[in-house]
């Protein structure tokens, strides 16, 4: 594989930056060579974040050209359609958890909610394929970003990296409880997809 | 991985994927600093991260968040001249204020050494403007080396400290926001940690460094010679890398293949440095007939000779650099004076120096500048509309309770003065307090200034509390000594909220320890201010007749609008293994007023298409300042088990 990019997005808060270190670190146990930058200082506020992760032997900016990511995460449906219109490729694959944080325009009433379904015909007019992601009863909101990555891992969308290398980056990154409650959840959603 | 505070201090070589502000901490323990200062401001901020994951009892240097950048740099200074190798970092608009104490480092006979870390923000990411502060090295005599990636960071930072000890000079290491924040991984070297001395070897004789008038030209005359020797440096460096390309082979860099005679009949060649190196290999990626490279890592003093070699070599020349167009004046010098019968193409118009040089912006330029690159796409009209999403403050911020209860005590054609932090963002919607602002505690010279012959518009300015300490004092001495006529409100939330919660004089700790508390009223009250209040800003009502009577009054006044910063509250509830309180919830008696929504605006309550109010639970921390903003009080606590404010 020459290059793979990866745009990651979501709203300051939800747990990009983790979502973000882990895919890396997972790509890193595969084997192969990944590179990255994530959004840090004030945008975190509330606003749009994103991590941006490359890897292969041809890549050299730490950043994800627009209109050119062969994958696209998000961690809300605003952002899901916002990284899809500004840097997935046609005919790529988009996986968005479904939680809603309205921007103020769309709580100010000037302009109206992105619903699922503008995604979903975006995606087939363009030829991608949009995953929506949702676990009913989640314990907390910020293992949203671990059950994406579970999703991600179960459908092998990034290729070559497995469920090994994503509990080894989870090793990696988390101690204690909360390494043993995300693995268990990441288990969880790998085996029930599979069935 | 191991903990970061451990592989950090490895003895042995350790692989870890790190971004550039770690791996510069790595490069301060590897080669034996002893004094590293700050003062937070993105993109670097991160680096106080890393020393702050090794404990204070491992930490092999001391570090401190001053309360400014000029004096972070006054105290790497000090620690210099007196035989201690120092670091200090900032961010790019941090120079400004460190400005009058940097340009004189380069007079200075630094016995320690010393390393000055910028923050650059091309793109201007976290900044209120995107200077280009390679200008700042000219103007001081300080050499300037600039990565491109977080191993180059640490390779630098290295050759930056050889140089520095041995010339006794500062030197520049210029890292903008994606060189900080990039990740990769890195092979660190193994390390000896060195028995430093503590020894003080200060003594004038090592200067002089009094610049009395008499002295003053013979130490620039000295600082003039030693940048003659690192000019001869910068010819010879490693990091000025000649890339040639041949179209079986690729890019090689390889010093023999590389040679006079054969370059002759080359056509095009780039010279660029730093981020927009990375894109330019990205871009050409997809370009078959590709230029040579000459990849810069000494930006300032460049490396002539090399320069002159590539223009004689090559028929046309592209300057690829992002910002103002530093590299090409002093390259186009170089021509002129050899008489090199070269094309050299610069910048070609204003969006050229516009923004950061991603791949895009970069396929951009070249597009403009060769032909056979690739050509912009037409855009796809058809995909949705989306708005943007600006940050915005916090649920349970604070200063949105603060903003929502001042405005009630605002007339429209009062003047509102912002400064900086996260309260500046009272000047986005619905609030729009805060219509203008220049930097780091401008708001009292400004609002004093916009009190002047205005009989008619009140004027109120604002301050939060690090940067009352940071930049904000002088102007209310002044306010006070000359008598102007305005309110300032200060925005007190015990940290440093924006750039991650660093501790500030008022907190009652630093970096490493509790300290003595220096707490805002006293300063306030010490400096003369006779009129003061103080107000939670929770008591949103009482926190408007606080402003009525402020702003009322004749002269200066100052109002302290207080309340912790709530992320750091639940952070560290959460940290303590507390729970946080239960989230409100939208009762029956909802008539759809949307004060909460279209005044109020925290982000929790949000609203289906068909008009109801919701609560989004996974933002709504249960702070509750929410509640007396309803007008029929459909804003109710749930009842559900819970932790409690």
């Not at chain 2, 991985?1 to 790190?18: H, T």
């Not at chain 2, 050499?143 to 006794?168: C, D, G, H, N, W």
């Not at chain 2, 003659?228 to 890398?241: G, H, P, Q």
């Not at chain 2, 403009?368 to 912009?376: A, M, V």
Request: aromatic share 6%.
């Amino acid at each position: 594989m020459n290059q793979f990019d990866i745009y990651l997005s979501g709203v300051g808060g939800q747990g990009i930056g983790l979502l973000s270190e882990l895919i890396a670190r997972a790509i890193d146990h595969s084997g192969q060579r990944v590179i990255g930058a994530d959004t840090h200082g004030l945008a975190q506020r509330g606003g749009m974040v994103a991590s941006h992760i490359r890897m292969g032997q041809t890549v050299h900016s730490a950043l994800v050209g627009k209109n050119r990511a062969d994958l696209c995460v998000s961690l809300e449906r605003h952002e899901a359609l916002r990284a899809m219109n500004d840097y997935l490729k046609d005919g790529a694959t988009l996986v968005y958890y479904d939680a809603v944080w309205q921007p103020l325009d769309v709580r100010m009433g000037t302009t109206k909610q992105i619903e699922n379904v503008l995604i979903s015909d975006e995606a087939s007019r363009r030829g991608i394929t949009a995953i929506r992601v949702f676990e009913e009863g989640l314990q907390e909101a910020r293992m949203q970003n671990i059950v994406v990555s579970a999703v991600i891992c179960k459908n092998s969308f990034i290729p070559g990296v497995n469920q090994k290398h994503f509990l080894s980056a989870m090793d990696d990154l988390m101690r204690g409880e909360m390494l043993v409650d995300n693995q268990r959840l990441f288990r969880s959603i790998v085996e029930k997809e599979q069935k | 991985m191991k903990r970061m505070g451990d592989f950090l201090l490895s003895q042995d070589p350790v692989s870890e994927i790190v971004i550039g502000n770690t791996a510069v901490v790595r490069a301060m323990i590897e080669t034996g600093v002893r004094v590293v200062t700050s003062y937070p401001g993105s993109p670097t901020p991160e680096i106080a991260g890393a020393i702050g994951a090794i404990n204070l009892d491992k930490r092999p240097f001391y570090f401190e968040f001053s309360v400014n950048e000029k004096v972070a740099t006054e105290v790497a200074f000090g620690a210099s001249v007196n035989g201690h190798l120092s670091c200090v970092f900032f961010k790019s608009v941090g120079l400004n204020v460190a400005a009058d104490t940097f340009v004189q480092l380069g007079l200075m006979e630094l016995i320690g050494g010393m390393v000055i870390i910028l923050g650059d923000d091309p793109g201007a990411n976290s900044s209120q403007n995107e200077q280009d502060n390679r200008h700042f090295s000219r103007l001081s005599y300080i050499p300037l080396l600039e990565p491109a990636t977080p191993t180059e960071v640490y390779q630098m930072f290295k050759e930056a400290v050889l140089i520095s000890r041995e010339k006794k000079m500062p030197v520049i290491l210029r890292m903008s926001t994606h060189v900080c924040h990039a990740k990769e991984k890195i092979s660190f070297q193994a390390m000896q940690l060195q028995k430093s001395s503590d020894e003080p070897l200060f003594s004038p004789e090592n200067g002089p460094y009094i610049p009395l008038t008499s002295k003053a030209l013979n130490m620039k005359r000295k600082a003039l010679q030693k940048w003659a020797f690192v000019k001869e440096l910068s010819n010879e460096s490693v990091f000025n890398v000649e890339e040639r390309f041949q179209p079986k082979k690729g890019f090689s860099t390889d010093k023999v293949s590389i040679n006079i005679d054969t370059q002759k009949t080359r056509k095009r060649g780039v010279i660029t440095a730093g981020v927009p190196y990375l894109s330019l290999k990205d871009v050409l990626e997809e370009v078959t007939d590709k230029p040579d490279i000459l990849k810069l890592g000494f930006v300032n003093p460049l490396p002539a000779d090399k320069i002159i070699r590539f223009l004689k070599g090559h028929q046309e020349v592209k300057v690829l650099e992002e910002l103002d167009d530093f590299l090409e004046q002093e390259i186009k010098r170089l021509a002129f004076e050899q008489e090199i019968p070269v094309r050299i193409i610069g910048k070609t118009d204003i969006e050229d120096w516009i923004g950061e040089y991603t791949p895009d912006k970069v396929r951009e330029v070249m597009a403009k500048t060769w032909k056979d690159f690739p050509q912009p796409a037409a855009e796809d009209q058809e995909r949705p509309k989306i708005d943007p999403r600006p940050p915005q403050m916090c649920p349970g911020c604070g200063h949105r309770s603060a903003f929502y209860a001042i405005k009630k005590a605002l007339d429209e054609n009062d003047i509102t003065v912002a400064d900086i932090g996260c309260h500046t963002l009272g000047a986005l919607e619905p609030y729009n307090i805060g219509q203008v602002l220049l930097c780091m505690g401008h708001s009292n010279g400004t609002a004093a200034g916009l009190s002047l012959f205005n009989k008619k518009r009140r004027v109120v300015s604002f301050l939060g509390d690090s940067t009352f300490f940071h930049a904000g004092i002088p102007g209310i001495i002044n306010a006070i000594y000359n008598n102007h006529n305005h309110t300032l409100i200060i925005m007190e939330n015990g940290t440093t909220a924006m750039t991650g919660h660093q501790e500030h004089p008022a907190t009652g700790k630093n970096f490493n320890e509790i300290t003595q508390k220096i707490p805002l009223r006293q300063v306030l009250e010490g400096l003369g201010v006779k009129d003061i209040q103080e107000v939670d800003t929770y008591s949103q009502k009482k926190l408007t007749e606080a402003v009525k009577k402020a702003m009322n009054k004749e002269g200066f006044n100052v109002l302290i609008a207080k309340h912790p910063c709530m992320l750091k509250f639940t952070r560290d509830q959460r940290r303590a293994g507390k729970n946080i309180p239960n989230p409100v919830q939208i009762g029956e008696k909802c008539n759809r007023t949307y004060e909460c929504i279209s005044e109020f605006a925290c982000p929790t309550f949000q609203i289906t298409p068909d008009g109801t109010v919701w609560v989004q639970e996974d933002l709504c921390i249960g702070d509750r300042s929410c509640m007396q903003t309803c007008p029929v009080q459909a804003i109710e606590p749930t009842m559900k088990k819970g932790g409690d404010l």
